[in-house]
């Protein structure tokens, strides 16, 4: 909690992602990626509540099974309609501030979160969120957005394109002049735009495996820096991915 508004982070997966199916539940350091999301997002000192949101699709059961397991809360929604899904999870769990945690993203810094959700709060933002174009922006996968409840909802209520659904939060974060946005340049080592820390290829998992096999078992809680520093030692390990193209969806945004 901050300033009396209520902090939830909601974790967006599913089973059926077409490029990596089933990655939620691959392996990292002998724990399941959404396991590792779920823990690292509680570590948030800002955060008062981390719910799964997934879908209806009985393939996601092994998800529902593993936030039990792990009395983890969850939400179950539509597939296709994220941002709906995201702001039911948000409305059950009373949240005043909601952090958009993707399940595609398991190296997520609790730390990079709480600068955002201390941005938004504190300068009455819209939306605080460290996905920048160019030169300045953090590596694929340490991207994070916080968003105002309200102005998440309203979304949800105006948006009538499937696609600005299925891409939750994009008329917010495009539309600069309408809402008010923070945006967090990348600054010294965490300048590295061609580093891809996002799961969505098999050479991803290989990377990001690779990082978890050397710093997870030294300190559960590394941060990005940790992991920056590690890779700029192992060029070998950054090339497994290099070649990865990031899809181009119609509307900027991810959906898991």
């Given amino acids: 909690m901050i300033n009396g508004k209520r902090v939830v982070a909601t974790i967006e997966g599913r089973m059926t992602s077409t490029r990596l199916p089933g990655k939620i539940m691959m392996p990292l350091a002998g724990k399941p990626v ?3 999301m779920i823990e690292r997002h509680r570590r948030s000192k800002l955060t008062d509540e981390v719910v799964v949101a997934t879908t209806t699709n009985a393939t996601d059961d ?8 792990t009395y983890c ?3 179950r929604g539509s597939e296709a309609d994220v941002l709906g899904r995201i702001v039911e999870a948000g409305k059950a769990h009373s949240a005043d501030i909601l952090v958009q945690g993707m399940a595609d993203s398991p190296l997520v810094d609790w730390r990079i979160v709480d600068r955002l959700i201390t941005m938004l709060a504190e300068g009455g933002y819209d939306c605080a969120t460290n996905e920048f174009k160019g030169e300045d922006s953090f590596p694929d996968g340490f991207d994070m957005r916080v968003y105002s409840f309200p102005v998440l909802q309203k979304a949800a209520e105006v948006d009538k394109d499937l696609a600005l659904h299925e891409h939750a939060g994009y008329s917010i974060r495009s539309q600069p002049k309408k809402f008010k946005l923070f945006h967090w340049k990348a600054e010294g080592v965490m300048r590295w735009r061609a580093l891809r820390l996002t799961l969505d290829t098999k050479e991803d998992h290989q990377l990001i495996s690779a ?7 030294k300190n559960t809680d590394f941060s990005a820096e940790d992991v920056v520093a590690f890779l700029k030692k ?8 290099s070649g990865v193209k990031q899809r181009a969806p119609e509307h900027d945004g991810k959906a898991v």
Avoid: I, Q, T, W
Wanted: net charge negative; aromatic share 14%.
């Fill in 34 to 36: 959404m396991a590792h």
């Fill in 62 to 69: 092994p998800v529902v099974a593993l936030c039990e397991e």
């Fill in 73 to 75: 809360p969850y939400f």
């Fill in 211 to 217: 990082v978890y096999d050397e710093l997870y078992p």
């Fill in 234 to 241: 192992r060029p070998d390990l950054v090339a497994l991915n």
